[in-house]
């Protein structure tokens, strides 16, 4: 999949199944022998979700931590098989805490 407009459409509409809170949505976009890095974790890249079923999980954790979250100002570029999607977050985590978050993804695309 190196065609950047094919990426940027995946990318847009893995911003909307998240927007949506769309778990289903978000997975068709994830190979089976998907990976995912998560920002908080032991390791020096947060922690990382192989496959499928962790990937959900992991993703499943947004949700969970920040109930109303949502992703706004998104940009997305596309260059060879690499995606990058900059983001705007906030949401509210079930403690209360208001979240406002500045950030970015990086994928890379196959098939």
Do not use: Q
């Not at 999607?85 to 979240?99: D, V």
């Amino acid at each position: 999949m190196g065609n950047d407009k094919t990426i940027l459409a995946a990318l847009d509409g893995l911003a909307a199944g998240f927007n949506a809170h769309d778990i289903d949505a978000i997975m068709s976009f994830f190979a089976e022998d998907c990976s995912l890095d998560l920002p908080r974790g032991p390791d020096p890249h947060g922690s990382r979700c192989v496959g499928r079923d962790e990937v959900r999980r992991g993703i499943m954790t947004r949700f969970e931590s920040t109930p109303d979250v949502h992703y706004d100002e998104i940009e997305n570029f596309a260059c060879g098989n690499t995606g990058m999607s900059r983001w705007f977050l906030t949401g509210t985590t079930p403690a209360g805490e208001k979240l406002r978050v500045r950030g970015c993804d990086f994928y890379t695309f196959r098939d």
